[in-house]
């Protein structure tokens, strides 16, 4: 079955800097993808979804990439703040709508001023 | 719009006990879901509904661990005899199928086995 590897773990940067988050996956038929955010002891909040061959998506602070040749998806998170310190997840989703989400093993972001 | 409504949002369990966990999910969503996601690590899914049909349970620990959505609406999660190893947190999510897939998250349910 489907299998995301996300890297690193564990990212440190100071505030203003940029961080990359890599997630590889394996099946081919993954349709949509998602990135989450997850603040100590909260749920998981949407960031960001994309589901063209090949898309950038610029939100509030970060950029995404989907390059389905390679079957990499990518969170660059640009100008970071503290607030932005989290755990961040990538999520996998197959063929369309209404099927569950596969997700990556998470980063932990710190941002320190 | 009211989003996921999980209960309880913590529970403490000696092993051995039982515990449910309920979700309500967002008014109108077809398709339910159950995620366990242990301390440090990603959600992994137990099982999730379309309706009241389950769809996939082949990640659910049958013996201990049950699901049920009866009435295609809310839905509950219940452990068995708890063990240590299933200390997480318990997210419930829904989803519409007709759309783009994105799932709406609760807050979770943590739990704690001692």
């Known amino acids: 079955g489907e299998q995301v590897e996300q890297r690193p773990p564990h990212l440190s940067v100071r505030e203003g800097d940029s961080a990359v988050i890599i997630c590889t996956y394996t099946d081919p038929n993954s349709y949509y993808f998602f990135w989450y955010k997850q603040e100590p002891g909260a749920g998981l909040q949407l960031l960001m979804k994309?589901?063209?061959?090949?898309e950038i998506n610029e939100g509030q602070g970060f950029t995404v990439l989907l390059n389905k040749k390679d079957k990499q998806l990518s969170l660059n998170l640009t100008a970071a703040h503290p607030g932005d310190s989290a755990v961040y997840f990538c999520a996998v989703s197959l063929y369309q709508g209404g099927r569950a989400l596969i997700f990556g093993t998470g980063t932990t972001v710190s941002v320190s001023p | 719009e009211a989003g996921v409504t999980q209960s309880p949002r913590y529970a403490v369990l000696q092993e051995g006990q039982a515990v449910s966990f309920w979700c309500d999910p967002i008014s109108g969503h077809d398709t339910l879901y159950w995620y366990q996601q242990p301390r440090d690590q990603g959600p992994q899914l137990l099982v999730y509904?379309?309706?009241?049909?389950?769809?996939?349970n082949s990640q659910l620990p049958s013996d201990r661990f049950s699901a049920v959505r009866p009435k295609g609406t809310n839905s509950t999660l219940k452990i068995q005899s708890a063990k240590q190893g299933d200390t997480a947190t318990y997210l419930c999510a829904s989803s519409f199928s007709g759309t783009t897939g994105q799932l709406y998250f609760g807050e979770g349910s943590k739990l704690t086995v001692l």
């Open positions: 509904f379309r309706d009241e049909a389950v769809i996939d």
């Open positions: 994309v589901f063209s061959s090949t």
